[in-house]
């Protein structure tokens, strides 16, 4: 079965979902989500969008922070462009319906956190995210000229020449694998949080995008930059909930279990310190006291400071039984934003005609070696404005949609071994939060590097000789990701943002790129670099 359309939107955060609201108007407009409209990063997205608004704030503070906490590998030009946008894209997220958080004045109340020098991220209470996306998905259902499909799943990406023609998609409602047919295919499948056991990523970020882009030729850039949140919340019925770096803003302090404030040993900046630093400090103590967690406490503001401020985090944390106005919150770190992905220009161009890549799945260079916060929400709604103009021009000027070859499955039989994707699943989340976390060393790399090539021959056998299942799909591209991120890593010998090893802990006088691209002949990865 073929499906013919103008655009191809894989993926439905707000990279998404903004690009298919702008690009309705010049055709057909599909949108691919895995599961449903709901199961994305944005929706879990607590803080904000960080721009510069207040009086006493300006475009070059708010680059040089971008630039500082990007420990030197930041493209200027690209941090000056997005930067400069952000005022407008607040402003149109108002238009489509979003209600930010404003003080009496009517002026937003702007929150402060970890690298920023000004209050400058606009939110909605501790629930940004999930406003944003709701938002976004009533007005595009409200869109007669957008098409959504959900639970459909992407497996490959189609390339002829040099030119991506469309996707090879799963219907898991009909177990059927479809070919969908653009004149433009848009990533916007987010992070890969899923390649580790702890993560504040939902079970969809598997990074899909990443990996197809990677199998189909696409330049892949800085996959060694994975950042990891500090504080996720430590309980056996919480999954995946983020404490907000805003807590961290408004006072919240890190304390050890005897209620000692351990950050004065790190940094002289102790809470407000970089992600990248504060959570290498809890790392630390957690190794060298080998305590199961740390804990958070913002107790000292009151409850009613806290349940306006921070409502969603208050109710999740009563209802596992913690009072955060009266008791620290237990935290780990987890594996949180992929700085890295499809090498991209602000506009979403790749290396392949025909492909754009927007939001997190994409690297622009915006982040560097480390992301400020609040900075990656502000990305995906400024690339997606560009993609949209740049796609208009794709999609009025280029050549039409094409049909291609059908899905082939051979001799694919039913699964009668469906523990090996199970297994397979904990065991590479395993090796990698172990061996490619939040601080590494060659020793950990070369046993991840190992592995990995073990659990992908196990897992490509069983990709060939049974039915594609969406589970299969996954780990399929979490291995690619998994080889990836440990490639570009060994590949660094230096520590810079959040790459941090043992073996090289001071950084190069010359920041450059990784740049990855599968050989056209072999699994083997290609290594460059740029300035």
């Not at 997005?82 to 238009?95: G, H, M, Y």
């Not at 189909?216 to 404490?243: R, V």
């Not at 409850?303 to 955060?324: N, V």
């Not at 590494?440 to 990709?463: G, P, T, V």
Request: proline fraction near 3%; hydrophobic fraction near 40%.
């Amino acid at each position: 079965m073929e499906t013919m359309c103008d655009v191809l939107i894989i993926g439905s955060g707000i990279a998404g979902l903004s690009m298919a609201l702008k690009v309705a108007s010049i055709g057909k407009v599909i949108v691919l989500t895995k599961t449903n409209l709901t199961e994305c990063a944005t929706i879990l997205a607590q803080a904000g969008i960080s721009a510069a608004l207040s009086t006493d704030d300006s475009f070059e503070t708010h680059i040089q922070d971008t630039v500082n906490v990007g420990d030197g590998l930041c493209h200027l030009d690209v941090v000056k462009k997005i930067v400069s946008a952000a005022p407008e894209r607040i402003e149109e997220l108002v238009k489509w319906g979003v209600q930010f958080s404003k003080k009496e004045n009517d002026h937003y109340d702007l929150g402060l956190e970890a690298g920023h020098s000004h209050r400058r991220v606009v939110h909605s209470k501790d629930i940004t995210g999930a406003d944003i996306q709701n938002v976004l998905i009533a007005r595009v259902l409200e869109d007669p000229r957008i098409t959504v499909l959900e639970n459909h799943i992407a497996i490959n990406l189609k390339v002829r020449s040099g030119r991506c023609l469309g996707a090879y998609v799963l219907d898991k409602n009909q177990d059927l694998v479809k070919n969908f047919a653009a004149k433009v295919t848009v990533l916007a499948t987010g992070g890969v949080g899923k390649a580790f056991l702890y993560t504040s990523n939902p079970d969809i970020s598997s990074g899909d995008g990443i990996a197809m882009a990677y199998r189909a030729g696409a330049t892949i850039m800085n996959m060694e930059f994975i950042q990891f949140h500090p504080t996720l919340l430590y309980h056996p019925f919480a999954k995946s909930f983020l404490i907000s770096e805003a807590l961290r803003g408004e006072g919240a302090k890190l304390v050890d279990e005897a209620g000692f404030q351990f950050m004065s040993s790190y940094d002289s900046r102790m809470e407000l310190a970089p992600r990248d630093v504060v959570a290498r400090a809890i790392d630390s103590e957690l190794k060298r006291s080998g305590s199961d967690c740390l804990f958070l406490d913002i107790s000292f503001k009151g409850s009613d400071f806290i349940q306006k401020r921070f409502p969603g985090i208050f109710a999740k944390c009563f209802e596992l039984g913690i009072d955060i106005s009266k008791e620290p919150i237990p935290i780990v770190p987890a594996a949180h934003y992929a700085i890295g992905g499809v090498k991209a220009s602000v506009s979403g161009l790749t290396d392949i005609l025909g492909l754009l890549a927007i939001g997190e799945v994409a690297c622009t260079g915006f982040h560097g070696a480390n992301r400020l916060a609040s900075n990656s929400l502000l990305e995906s709604s400024v690339m997606a404005h560009y993609a949209a103009n740049e796609c208009r021009n794709l999609v009025n000027n280029g050549p039409p949609a094409c049909s291609f070859s059908r899905w082939q499955s051979g001799d694919a039989v039913d699964s009668d071994e469906s523990v090996v994707v199970s297994q397979n699943w904990m065991e590479l989340r395993l090796l990698m939060w172990n061996y490619v976390g939040v601080v590494r060393s060659d020793k950990r790399f070369r046993r991840a590097k190992q592995r990995i090539h073990l659990l992908q021959d196990e897992i490509n056998q069983y990709y060939w000789n049974f039915h594609i299942t969406s589970d299969l799909i996954e780990l399929r591209n979490l291995a690619d990701i998994a080889q990836m991120i440990i490639d570009a890593g060994f590949h660094r010998k230096e520590s810079r943002g959040v790459h941090f090893t043992i073996d090289y802990p001071m950084k190069r006088k010359t920041p450059k790129d990784t740049l990855l691209r599968k050989s056209v002949r072999s699994e083997i990865f290609n290594f460059s670099t740029c300035e």
